[in-house]
């Protein structure tokens, strides 16, 4: 039998490889256009990989071909083979999460036609006499007149125009819909003149402009350094040039002010990309950055996955910002991939933060990053100094010491604003017998169950678990029930006990409802004196000019965690979180604490993060921990803690190369989670090549061995959640 002509086409399941399909025409379809195909009993969207022959006698034709050119520029592809490998995930599944929805679900990859009602010559005529007897029709042209541009049908709408009264309108000849023009580029790229920079933000500016082909820079300035100013004058180059600029920021929605600043500074088509999105609003924006409509792309992490037509820079702002890894399925981190995609386009790439990742700051020592520092912040406001407070010294049931709580009354009197932090939401984070020590804990994890008073609600915070708060101790049935410790709501209630002023809680319970962040937001931001109580949605690049004082309770769980990151992490969140304070007037920062003495914490405390930074580089490097030495873990789910084990210890039993590590296994430190059992199992190496030679080794082992599937497993590369 000869060869028949074939594709090897990538699918989104969890196998790896490509799989042959036969391709009845003369001419294959490049590599990158989408097919459609069946896959036993399902039919899939794939990518064409490559072209090949084969004599296997029951191959199956691709169904249907759906693009003529890539879907992917040949750049993306290859960024998702890179990946593909480096995180030792199926190539299908990323290019797969590389797509929008629309197009992995096989519709067309074109954008929508958008359309607007405008009146007709005929229309602009028609007297109101005319249409004396029928109101809606009168309105409806008098909206219409009012807009000469014309509104689109979701404009119409919101003005409460019936679409059946534009229809009347449209049968008698009065208004028609025409499709929206493309934008001529606007001549002139600023809509809004740059803030006179100061000597630091003019050098790093410079260095930014000037740099030709990949660059990758750090900008390492403290809080309310102006880094945003820096950006913006950076792309302005960039973008009078005819370039794209991608920007990538943790979480558009908790900062909608940061869109709003490149909105109002540049007169040119600005696109998001974010889950908060609907499926259609995201290909539109994609292509319209694919085909160079869209001049700058902001978006979260999987946003590094957008084509650019013509691009010039890529920026990645709080590049510390842990939510730019994926922690689940395809669990990649978009602070790395921008760098290789920036290597790879060679263009400029910089990472922005005011508390850089040890990672990223190790690059920048050894020079393979150009370093960009601002020290100071670009208000006349110096950095308001942390003042450690004994926190073992507050009441009993009373979260605030007295003085922090003077020192809030003081604030708000002075017509300013406060912000207490406490990471932790709802009321109490454990309700106990005080008869027997019964404490109320989830039947499903490792942990306790929060009290949601307001919903008079127990909630496990990692299952989602939820029972009713019982009235007796279900162990010796004694009524002494009561609460330990305070979160978000309770410390909401106490302040709004004592405080005159209006108390605003800003936590993921708080701000469920659509648009009330938002809300919340521009009520703090009209500037009168009210107090936040808030979780680290609190934390992330909010600039509240008249935010004047900052109270943060119980960071100490971080600097004493058993994971390595836990001090990098909690320096990060307590300088983030401090920096919101006194950006426009003298500000003040306290920091009540059970371990006023502990020697990180007074560091991280001193707000001398370089050297903080350098004490825990010190410790990474004696230990071989990141970045001196690299992760890879496997973690492990079984209805049973023997068979999440058993599974990983016949991995473990696997000859590794030499210098390759294995701790493990042993049970996760959170070691019940939704009813699983929970194991884990860590790689660790000082150089990369032989780390990933032992991972293809395990992997290949994994995907034979009969326990893997009395299991749920993944690998995750670099880890960041060690819990
Ligand atoms: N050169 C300048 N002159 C005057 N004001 C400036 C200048 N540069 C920046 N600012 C202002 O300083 C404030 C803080 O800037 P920005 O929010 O960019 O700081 P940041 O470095 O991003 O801080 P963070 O890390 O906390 O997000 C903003 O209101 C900004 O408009
Ligand atoms: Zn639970």
């Known amino acids: 039998m000869s060869a028949k002509k074939t594709l090897q086409i990538a699918l989104p399941v969890p ?33 064409v990989h490559g072209h090949g022959n084969s004599d296997y006698p029951k191959l199956k034709a691709v169904q249907r071909v759906l693009d003529d050119s890539p879907v992917l520029p040949t750049e993306l592809y290859q960024l998702c083979e890179r990946a593909a490998r480096y995180y030792h995930h199926p190539l299908g599944e990323v290019l797969n999460y590389a797509l929008p929805a629309l197009l992995r679900q096989g519709n067309d990859a074109e954008a929508s036609q ?8 005929r229309g602009h005529h028609v007297s109101d006499d005319q249409v004396s007897r029928a109101p809606r029709q009168r309105q409806a042209l008098h909206t219409l007149r009012d807009h000469p541009k014309g509104l689109s049908s979701a404009m119409l709408a919101a003005l409460e125009v019936p679409s059946a009264t534009l229809a009347s309108l449209r049968d008698k000849g009065w208004a028609e819909q025409v499709a929206l023009d493309d934008d001529a580029p606007p001549k002139d790229i600023l809509a809004q003149p740059p803030l006179a920079a100061n000597a630091e933000q003019r050098k790093a500016i410079r260095a930014l402009q000037e740099a030709r082909g990949f660059t990758p ?17 950076a792309m302005t180059a960039h973008l009078t040039a005819g370039k794209q600029v991608l920007v990538l920021i943790p979480e558009i929605g908790l900062t909608p002010q940061t869109v709003q600043r490149f909105r109002q500074r540049f007169a040119v088509p600005v696109v998001t990309l974010h889950s908060g999105l609907s499926d259609r609003e995201r290909l539109d924006n994609w292509l319209a950055a694919r085909d160079g409509k869209a001049r700058i792309i902001i978006g979260t992490r999987s946003a590094i996955f957008t084509p650019l037509a013509d691009p010039g820079l890529i920026i990645v702002d709080e590049a510390h910002d842990a939510s730019l890894k994926q922690q689940d399925g395809f669990r990649f981190h978009a602070r790395d991939l921008a760098t290789w995609r920036a290597q790879q386009l060679d263009i400029p790439v910089v990472l922005g933060s005011a508390t850089p990742a040890l990672e990223t700051l190790q690059l920048a020592r050894q020079e393979r990053f150009q370093w960009l520092k601002l020290s100071q912040r670009a208000t006349d406001q110096g950095r308001p100094p942390i003042e450690i407070l004994d926190g073992t ?74 029972q009713r708060v019982p009235s007796r101790c279900p162990d010796c049935g004694s009524s002494a029930i009561h609460e330990a410790g305070s979160g978000t709501e309770k410390l909401t209630e106490l302040l709004e006990q004592s405080i005159q002023v ?47 004082l900052v109270v943060i309770l119980d960071m100490d769980a971080g600097f004493l965690s058993a994971d390595f990151r836990g001090p990098e992490q909690a320096a990060q969140l307590l300088l983030q979180v401090a920096g919101r304070s006194g950006r426009e007037n003298q500000g003040r920062v306290l920091l009540q604490t059970r371990h006023p003495d502990h020697p990180l914490l007074q560091l991280a405390a001193s707000g001398d993060y370089p050297a903080l930074a350098s004490a825990l580089l010190e410790e990474r490097k004696m230990a071989g921990l990141p970045p001196f030495g690299h992760l890879a873990l496997f973690r492990c789910e079984a209805m049973s803690m023997n068979k999440a084990m058993e599974f990983l210890q016949q991995l473990a039993g696997i000859p590794l190369p030499p210098d390759v590590h294995l701790l493990g296994p042993v049970p996760a430190p959170m070691e019940r989670r939704a009813g699983r059992y929970r194991t884990q199992m860590l790689l660790q190496c000082t150089s990369r090549p032989p780390l990933h030679q032992a991972i293809s080794l395990l992997l290949e082992q994994a995907r034979t061995l009969p326990t893997a599937r009395q299991c749920r497993w993944h690998l995750d590369v670099d880890p960041i959640d060690m819990l």
Not at 15 to 42: A, E, I, K, N, W
């Open 15 to 47: 196998l790896t490889g490509c799989f042959d399909y036969l391709y009845p025409g003369d001419t294959p379809p490049p590599r990158g256009c989408r097919v459609q195909v069946s896959f036993g009993r399902r039919t899939l969207v794939g990518l």
């Open 502 to 548: 209006p108390v605003i809680r800003i936590d993921r319970d708080a701000t469920r409802r659509k648009g009330s962040l938002d809300a919340h937001l521009a009520t703090i931001q009209q500037g009168n004196p009210v107090v936040m109580v808030g979780t680290q949605m609190l934390a992330k690049g909010h600039h509240f000019p008249k935010l004047s």
């Open 217 to 233: 820079f750090l900008l390492d300035g403290v809080t309310g350094s102006g880094k945003t100013e820096v950006y913006l004058q």
């Open 393 to 466: 010294l507050a009441a009993p049931g009373q979260p605030l010491l007295p003085q922090s709580l003077q020192a809030i009354k003081h604030c708000v009197e002075q017509g300013n604003q406060a912000l207490v932090f406490i990471n932790r939401r709802g009321y109490a984070p454990m309700i106990l017998c005080q008869d027997c020590g019964w404490q109320a804990e989830c039947r499903r994890c490792d942990s306790f169950l929060t009290w949601h008073r307001s919903e008079g609600s127990l909630r496990c915070h990692h299952c989602d678990y939820q």
């Open 114 to 121: 958008e359309k607007r009602w405008q009146l007709t010559e």
